[in-house]
């Protein structure tokens, strides 16, 4: 038996793959899939948790990996009214025509995505996402350049790895980079044996207590590589 399994839950977008203009060309590289198969022969288990749908996620990642798409929302099908529902208010609602400005509904929320909006024009997004909030009953969902509204009934990040690390005694490391992500390492500080790395960004993040900073998408795979090494040392050292 493998003495140190570690349990990697691991964010998709900007953490094992840069944050694209174009979302559907964000792609995982070689390099860093070469190094999620070394986690996984070195006997480690590594879960991807994204909001992205699971045809996209499926085809980047190597066998053995698992992944959670759509938040971790399966039964995604009980929910199709909800997020049709809320599509209708918010289309209600009057969105800004705003250039670089999106609206998408995807399985289990409705999107906002603002990555190419100029910086002039953010105020009267805001204002707009005021709204939205205060009209509706939803969960908000912070990423990188992009709010999501989900219907109440969704599973947000920190209830899926609360609930995924229950079924799991070893140690766990959680690697992210927005808010989301920090809502969902929140909810892991107290348990023992778990680590959590947030990816730095440029814009203003809230770095909760205890945890540890890595740089871009190369920072998060030296630190796997760090990790693969470290635990096969000590490995050896346990069979030996
Ligand atoms: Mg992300």
Not at 89 to 99: D, G, K, M, T
Not at 222 to 234: F, G, N, P, V
Request: glycine share 6%; aromatic share 6%.
């Amino acid at each position: 038996m493998n003495p140190t399994r570690i349990l990697f839950l691991l964010d998709f977008d900007g953490t094992l793959a840069p944050i694209r203009r174009n979302p559907a060309r964000a792609q995982l590289s070689k390099k860093t899939r070469a190094t999620l198969v070394r986690l996984l022969q070195a006997g480690h288990r590594v879960d991807i948790l994204s909001a992205r749908p699971r045809a996209f996620l499926q085809n980047q990642f190597p066998s053995g990996v698992r992944i959670h798409a759509d938040r971790g929302n399966s039964r995604t099908q009980a929910h199709r009214k909800d997020v049709q529902h809320l599509f209708t208010v918010i289309q209600r609602l009057r969105p800004p025509a705003l250039f670089g400005f999106g609206i998408k509904k995807t399985r289990i929320s409705v999107e906002l995505h603002y990555r190419n909006v100029s910086r002039a024009q953010l105020p009267a997004l805001r204002r707009f996402i005021a709204r939205v909030t205060a009209a509706l009953g939803v969960q908000k969902a912070v990423g990188r350049k992009v709010i999501a509204f989900l219907p109440v009934r969704i599973q947000d990040k920190a209830a899926h790895v609360r609930q995924l690390v229950k079924q799991w005694s070893g140690p766990v490391y959680f690697f992210g980079d927005d808010d989301s992500d920090a809502a969902a390492m929140r909810a892991l500080r107290k348990r023992p044996h778990t680590r959590c790395f947030l990816v730095a960004t440029n814009e203003r993040q809230k770095t909760p207590r205890g945890i540890r900073i890595v740089r871009g998408v190369s920072g998060v795979r030296r630190e796997l590589q760090k990790i693969i090494a470290q635990t096969k040392k000590a490995n050896q050292r346990g069979s030996s």
